[in-house]
């Protein structure tokens, strides 16, 4: 890392006390939960993903970090969904100009930084790519909320010196945090647009699988997912680039019968939006698709998302009564959310009668790349 990401990584970890500060009382919660639903010592000491993951339900994945307390995507919003206890923090990768793995969600610059009032002379038909920037243009930029209205409960827009991160940066902030703290956060990696990276000369992907290897993410029990929504970069990812990690394909909507068989051959879970699973509200009542148990078909777990306590779907009163529809009628393993403690909170409710097991057995025995099942079924 070149010496000014280690000062802002430094600088970053004499602040995250204060982080966890804040954060005790649901650290608390969310460890009364993880001891209420470990049945023995033996479980703990269990590595495989399918037991570590078992009696997490749902898992709570910080959608870009806890992006609905700090700004997406910063180290910052990254330290503060750790000290609140999300089972994974999210990390949408996109590559600047010279190849460098930056975490933002979008291909361009426009919604969560000044890079108009910096570069404008360096958009295209008003729109500034990442990968036109070199990364030390992009760390110049200042990050900045991206929901500001002005009913908002979220980070004041324009507020804080907040910058882009590498992913390297998120790396090392979570193995530094999961090692002072004694803890386990997991990795949750999205691919963006790895098509329009690669006409720039590009390959996110492996740059990503190269990264994660440096750090030790490497096989199947690694605390880390690969998630892309393209169809066939992931089948790429799997096979071509030979990656043993678990992996998600994401859809934008309801997945069809046939999506998920195809799915379930290459990959682990799918991520799907919340609107797939809750079609709608009837009568103060979920009106509830068959998509998970479907997908649970195709020996796949899924993901929902994403949960905001700020921004309920149509119908819905409340957080709880999301989650409870999503999770206990639904059947949902996992939950995207810009709240980590809400979902914690949720969690720790409904583990208190004893655990509820997932279905995480369908990771048991997923292919690798290379094996006769993948030659043969595809």
């Known amino acids: 890392m070149a010496a000014t990401g280690a000062g802002r990584l430094n600088a970053l970890f004499l602040n995250v006390t204060a982080l966890f500060c804040c954060a005790c009382p649901v650290i ?40 609905g307390y700090l700004p997406e995507h910063t180290t910052e ?13 999210e990390q949408d990768v996109v590559q600047t100009k010279d ?16 890079v108009e009032e910096r570069f404008p002379d360096r958009g295209r038909k008003g729109r500034h790519y990442v990968f036109d920037l070199t990364l030390a243009e992009v760390r110049s930029l200042r990050v ?13 827009a324009g507020s804080g010196e907040f910058q882009v991160s590498t992913l390297e940066e998120h790396i090392q902030l979570i193995q530094g945090l ?14 963006k647009k790895p098509a329009e990276h690669r006409s720039h000369g590009l390959d996110p ?10 750090y030790g993410y490497e096989s199947r029990d690694d605390n880390v997912w690969i998630q892309c ?70 020996s796949l777990v899924v993901h929902v998302w994403t949960h905001r306590d700020d921004r309920l779907p149509s119908g819905v009163e409340n957080s709880r009564q999301l989650l409870e529809w999503l999770v206990l009628k639904g059947g949902a393993s996992g939950i995207f959310t810009d709240h980590p403690d809400v979902v914690l909170k949720f969690r720790a409710a ?19 790349p290379g094996s006769e099942k993948n030659r043969s079924d595809r």
């Not at 500001?148 to 979220?154: G, L, N, P």
């Not at 999961?178 to 691919?191: K, Q």
């Open 205 to 214: 992907s492996k740059a990503v699988l190269s990264l994660l290897k440096k």
């Open 350 to 368: 409904i583990q208190r009668s004893g655990p509820i097991r997932g279905p995480f057995h369908l990771l048991q025995g997923k292919p690798g």
């Open 99 to 114: 190849g460098h793995l930056v975490v933002l969600h979008d291909i361009t610059l426009n919604a969560v930084t000044d």
């Open 229 to 298: 929504f393209d169809a066939r970069e992931i089948a790429r990812i799997r096979t071509e680039l030979a990656c043993q990690l678990p992996l998600v394909q994401l859809y934008g909507r309801e997945p069809t019968e046939e999506q998920l068989q195809a799915a379930g051959k290459i990959v682990d879970a799918v991520g799907i939006p919340v609107s797939a699973v809750l079609t709608g509200v009837r009568d103060g009542g979920p009106q509830l698709s068959e998509v998970i148990s479907r997908a649970h078909q195709a």
């Open 77 to 89: 919003s990254a330290a503060y969904a750790h000290a609140l206890g999300a089972d994974f923090i």
């Open 28 to 67: 608390v919660i969310a460890q009364q939960a993880e001891d209420a639903v470990t049945p023995d010592d033996s479980t703990r000491a269990v590595s495989s993903t399918v037991e570590r993951l078992a009696d997490r339900i749902p898992l709570v994945i910080a959608h870009r970090g806890a992006s």
């Open 144 to 156: 900045r909320e991206r929901h500001q209205s002005a009913e908002s409960r979220r980070f004041p």
């Open 178 to 191: 999961n090692r002072s703290t004694g803890t386990d956060r997991g990795l949750y990696v999205e691919i």
